[in-house]
């Protein structure tokens, strides 16, 4: 008798480890005012809050909430605000899905496996100000996926499978000012893709495989920031980005050869990120500018053996300035050095600048010679 109490007293208590140690993993918290929710581990039916609760809640973030799909009614919170489902799981949305979120201005479906949506989903949406779809499994944007959304201000679709969208897929979104499309497997851009979106500022294209970015910027009249590093661009269109306002760009890691003054807008530049790709020539000198907004150059890890000494005056808002890996005349150096001594900013794995020493003392390099400074420039730093 004894011992059969005893074996069902472990048997108990072995199950309620059990269970313990599998309720423990899901955990929900509301804070006091009732305004913020947050909930992980647990199904959507098994989230239980009183109407009350649901009435005041401003917030709600959801993590792993092991589920595959948003259906209708899942989520009730009539007043919220700001929504997170985040759970590695989602596949589909319902159209109406988001039906009743009349107030939401931020959805957050970041890091689910979501491919395709219905173009009613975001049509209740009117409202959202937000919209992150980072890490899903997104290959192509049809024309009307963002149907509704008329008042958008960010859209995020980093680290997704995008290829192909629709040439009129932002249009919906007028009023958008930043998108992020970085991480994707993006090769072309359409040359209208921008046309409607005039409050566009912020730009994220990096780590893709763009070769060509054609007459895309051209309307984009108030883009401030572009990122085109990681691509493969080889050329730039001349007076690409002269009716932008942008003010930083990044187009280092790339396989630009050839930087000319018309194809990049100096006269709002601010800072400019050309490292790490092969160019031989930056022919850029003062543009008949007085006054050049410039304060941060990279230009490392490239060919470059000179620069036009009317840039080098013309540049003089400068205040960090990065040269180095380049196969610099020396006499060429000393130039920059005059002007740009203690803005030159020094890689803490070099140990001074690797120069050439040419046949002029006056850098006076002759365009069609640059070859013999690259093959110079490799065996020194092979000694």
Same mark, same amino acid.
């Given at each position: 008798?004894?011992? /059969?109490?005893?074996?069902?007293?472990?048997?108990? &208590?072995? $199950?309620?480890?059990?269970?313990? =140690?599998?309720?423990?993993?899901?955990?929900?918290? #509301? /804070?006091?005012?009732?305004?913020?929710?947050?909930?992980?581990?647990?199904?959507?039916?098994? &989230?239980?809050?009183?109407?009350?609760?649901?009435?005041?809640?401003?917030?709600?973030?959801?993590?792993?909430?092991?589920?595959?799909?948003?259906?209708?009614?899942?989520? !009730?919170?009539?007043?919220?605000?700001?929504?997170? !489902?985040?759970?590695?799981? &989602?596949?589909?949305?319902?159209?109406?899905?988001?039906?009743?979120?009349? %107030?939401?201005?931020?959805?957050?479906?970041?890091?689910?496996?979501?491919?395709?949506?219905?173009?009613?989903?975001?049509?209740?949406?009117?409202?959202?100000?937000?919209?992150?779809?980072?890490?899903?499994?997104?290959?192509?944007?049809?024309? /009307? $996926?963002?149907?509704?959304?008329?008042?958008?201000?960010?859209?995020?679709?980093?680290? %997704?499978?995008?290829?192909?969208?629709?040439? =009129?897929?932002?249009?919906? &979104?007028?009023?958008?000012?930043?998108?992020?499309?970085? +991480?994707?497997?993006?090769?072309?851009?359409?040359?209208?893709?921008?046309?409607?979106?005039?409050?566009?500022?912020?730009?994220?294209?990096?780590?893709?495989?763009?070769?060509?970015?054609?007459?895309?910027?051209?309307?984009?009249? +108030?883009?401030?920031?572009?990122?085109?590093?990681? +691509?493969?661009?080889?050329?730039?269109?001349?007076?690409?980005?002269? #009716?932008?306002?942008?003010? @930083?760009?990044?187009?280092?890691?790339?396989?630009?050869?050839?930087?000319?003054?018309?194809?990049?807008?100096?006269? #709002?530049?601010?800072?400019?990120?050309?490292?790490?790709?092969?160019?031989?020539?930056?022919?850029?000198?003062?543009?008949?500018?007085?006054?050049?907004?410039?304060?941060?150059?990279?230009?490392?890890? %490239?060919?470059? !053996?000179?620069?036009?000494?009317?840039? @080098?005056? /013309?540049?003089?808002?400068?205040?960090?300035?990065?040269?180095? =890996?380049?196969?610099?005349?020396?006499?060429?150096?000393?130039?920059?050095?005059?002007?740009?001594?203690?803005?030159?900013?020094?890689?803490?794995? #070099?140990?001074?600048?690797?120069?050439?020493?040419?046949?002029?003392?006056?850098?006076?390099?002759? =365009?069609? %010679?640059?070859?013999?400074?690259?093959?110079?420039?490799?065996?020194?730093?092979?000694?």
């Amino acid at each position: 008798m004894v011992l /059969t109490t005893i074996l069902k007293c472990s048997i108990c &208590i072995f $199950i309620f480890s059990v269970q313990f =140690k599998s309720y423990s993993t899901a955990l929900c918290r #509301t /804070t006091n005012d009732h305004k913020n929710h947050t909930c992980e581990g647990f199904r959507f039916r098994e &989230i239980v809050l009183s109407r009350s609760t649901r009435l005041q809640l401003l917030r709600t973030r959801i993590f792993n909430c092991k589920e595959t799909d948003v259906k209708e009614g899942a989520l !009730v919170f009539p007043n919220l605000e700001n929504l997170t !489902v985040s759970c590695g799981s &989602i596949q589909n949305l319902d159209e109406k899905a988001f039906l009743n979120f009349n %107030n939401l201005q931020e959805l957050d479906l970041s890091y689910n496996q979501l491919s395709k949506i219905s173009n009613q989903v975001f049509r209740p949406l009117g409202n959202l100000r937000t919209l992150n779809l980072t890490g899903n499994s997104f290959e192509d944007l049809p024309q /009307t $996926i963002f149907d509704g959304l008329n008042g958008l201000k960010e859209l995020f679709l980093s680290h %997704n499978k995008i290829n192909n969208f629709h040439v =009129k897929v932002f249009d919906a &979104i007028r009023a958008v000012e930043k998108v992020s499309l970085d +991480n994707n497997l993006i090769n072309f851009l359409p040359g209208r893709l921008l046309t409607k979106l005039r409050k566009l500022q912020y730009l994220d294209l990096s780590n893709n495989y763009i070769e060509n970015v054609g007459e895309v910027f051209v309307l984009a009249y +108030n883009l401030q920031y572009l990122n085109l590093s990681h +691509n493969v661009i080889e050329d730039l269109p001349l007076r690409l980005f002269q #009716t932008t306002r942008l003010e @930083i760009l990044d187009l280092s890691n790339n396989k630009l050869s050839i930087i000319y003054e018309d194809a990049l807008p100096f006269k #709002t530049l601010k800072k400019l990120y050309l490292q790490n790709n092969q160019i031989s020539l930056f022919d850029v000198g003062g543009m008949n500018m007085e006054y050049m907004p410039l304060r941060l150059l990279n230009i490392e890890n %490239n060919r470059l !053996v000179f620069l036009e000494n009317d840039f @080098i005056k /013309t540049a003089s808002s400068l205040t960090e300035l990065y040269i180095f =890996k380049n196969p610099w005349d020396c006499t060429c150096f000393q130039e920059i050095e005059k002007i740009h001594d203690e803005l030159i900013v020094q890689p803490e794995d #070099t140990d001074g600048p690797v120069c050439v020493y040419g046949l002029s003392n006056d850098c006076n390099i002759n =365009k069609s %010679n640059l070859t013999a400074y690259y093959r110079a420039f490799v065996k020194q730093l092979e000694l």
